[in-house]
């Protein structure tokens, strides 16, 4: 029996968009499940779905939406932009391409994979800025209905300010109870840019933590679901990732109970400014 719940709350964008708080994230490298995409879309009634070029998984994605029968326009699909496409021309083109592997029309939001270019004998900043004018071209046509960045620090958002365009709607970032970029997360709100939260169960090194499983115990549910609530708390659009259909009904599972402000504090204090998340191959063979 296939049930759809309406109970995932929605945050908005600046521009009046309104993208679920809650979605299925997919990665490269055994990264990706038909079976959990259909799981999260046909049993969860989950409707936001985060994926990349870099992952190699948007064709299959799309074929998994068309497999679902959930019709397009109840869907939020994100995937991003490689650094290797980066520059005014390509990047249009490699959103275009995008598009078509997904076997959609638009999207509903397209973001900057890294701030690093590493484009030989040009600077970052001045590729950076010539993608971001790409950007907001393709969103001034429709062809994105959000655009944003992923793994921008402060000053790589000042620069896009600093331009006078459209400011990002989004910056996705890791974000977990071992990494908390707090001042990132506070500068983001002041600027009504929407922190999204990625690799919340800190790549499973969460789940075993003994404060996380006492209030697993305490709440009666799973570690996962406990880290999933906390970040959801903090107002972080969050994107758990699993392979695995029952991780994702699971993961599925935490709009029903509310963290104290209490065990919020003691998850909060976990932070060590673990990054698991890190760039270690040469972007322009990408």
Known sequence: MVTVP???????????RNI????LGTSHVGGYSH????CALQECGMRHIDTAKRYGCEEALGKAVV????????????????PGDYGYQSTKQACRDSCARLGVD????????WPDCMVPGVSSREVRAETWRALEELYDEGLCRAIGVSNFLIHHLDELKDRGGIVPHVNQVEFHPF???????????KESIIFEGYC?????????????????????HSASQICIRWSIQNGVVTI??????????ENCQVFGFKLTAEDMDRISDLHTNQKLIHLTYPIWKG
Request: glycine share 6%; net charge negative.
């Open 106 to 113: 638009y999207l509903d939001l397209y973001l900057m994979h």
């Open 67 to 82: 497999d679902s029968g959930v019709p397009r326009e109840e869907l939020w699909l994100t995937t991003k932009l490689w």
């Open 240 to 249: 758990p990732k699993s392979t695995k259909p029952e991780r994702v009904h």
């Open 6 to 16: 309406s109970s995932c709350p929605t945050v908005p964008l600046s521009n009046g």
């Open 200 to 220: 919340p169960l800190a790549k499973g090194q969460a789940l075993t933590h003994p404060s996380i499983m006492e209030l697993a115990q305490k709440y009666g």
């Open 179 to 189: 990494q908390q970029p707090l001042e990132l997360v506070e500068y983001c709100r």
């Open 20 to 23: 679920p708080i809650l979605g």
């Open 35 to 38: 079976e959990a995409v259909l």
